[in-house]
């Protein structure tokens, strides 16, 4: 059983001087995430099984079509719970590679491998609002992140999937790996962030028509019901996803909004 895990501040009490440097600058780092960050999760122990080879998405898809015949997606009301396999080192058509942004690998030993996906939670990155003008001022946040979360003792940012104002989605985390970003309940969770602050700003029709449609994909690929698709705040005691967000979160899984046709 995978118990969750919460980021334990560390503590300058009794700590040698070196230590104390190093606790200093964690705690910095740490407090830099506060201001601007809302993810929270694992700091993992090595209980993962890095260099598990996955089978090939021919026996993949053999797989899966054995264990769950073919439905057509209009039969979704009632979905069933995805038990697929866990998702493959793959990411969906469209969507930016990690190796487009990130400037360092994933580090297994601070990861779970992810459990097959049953829930989609939905932030904002809360940290300073900033026009994103280019790829290269996307990518450069996203790295920002990555790092403030590595000061965490996260083993990668911790959001599987960004969405930038242009409505580009970006792989975060691979979805091989259980993301670090709501505290506690990252099992079968993808965690899905929107770049930006909106408690402070407001998201571009684009990125929200963005976000549409692409957890409507996870939904029909993992066959995720509208019912589990959340925000931070409803998870947790959080501002996150803003309150510029939370309405079109509300609006899209009411019952004519452009989710709950999915289930
Ligand atoms: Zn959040």
């Known amino acids: 059983m995978i118990q969750p895990e919460e980021t334990h501040p560390p503590t300058l009490a009794g700590a040698d001087p070196a230590r104390r440097d190093a606790l200093r600058l964690g705690l910095l780092a740490g407090a830099a995430l506060l201001l601007g960050g809302c993810a929270s999760g694992s700091n993992r122990i090595a209980r993962s099984t890095p260099g598990v080879q996955w089978p090939s998405d021919a026996s993949r898809h053999a797989d899966a079509s054995r264990a769950t015949p073919a439905r057509n997606p209009r039969d979704w009301k009632t979905p069933e719970p995805y038990r697929g396999p866990t998702p493959a080192p793959s990411i969906p058509d469209g969507v930016t590679p990690r190796s487009a942004w990130a400037q360092g690998a994933p580090i297994p030993a601070r990861m779970d491998r992810m459990l097959p996906p049953q829930r989609i939670t939905i932030h904002h990155d809360g940290m300073d609002p900033v026009t994103l003008s280019s790829r290269t001022d996307v990518a450069q946040r996203l790295e920002q992140i990555r790092k ?78 509208v019912r589990e698709i959340k925000t931070h705040r409803e998870l947790a005691s959080t501002a996150c996803p803003g309150r ?20």
């Open 148 to 225: 403030a979360h590595l000061n965490r003792d996260f083993g990668d940012i911790g959001y599987h999937f960004i969405i930038d104002p242009t409505g580009n989605v970006w792989e975060g985390r691979p979805l091989t790996w259980q993301g670090a970003h709501v505290a506690h309940q990252n099992e079968h969770n993808i965690g899905v962030m929107c770049l930006g602050n909106f408690e402070v700003q407001r998201p571009t029709d684009t990125q929200l028509s963005a976000l549409d449609r692409f957890v409507a994909k996870l939904m029909r690929q993992y066959r995720i019901p």
């Open 244 to 263: 510029n967000l939370q309405p079109h979160m509300n609006q899209a899984r009411a019952s004519t909004g452009t989710l709950s046709y999915l289930g």
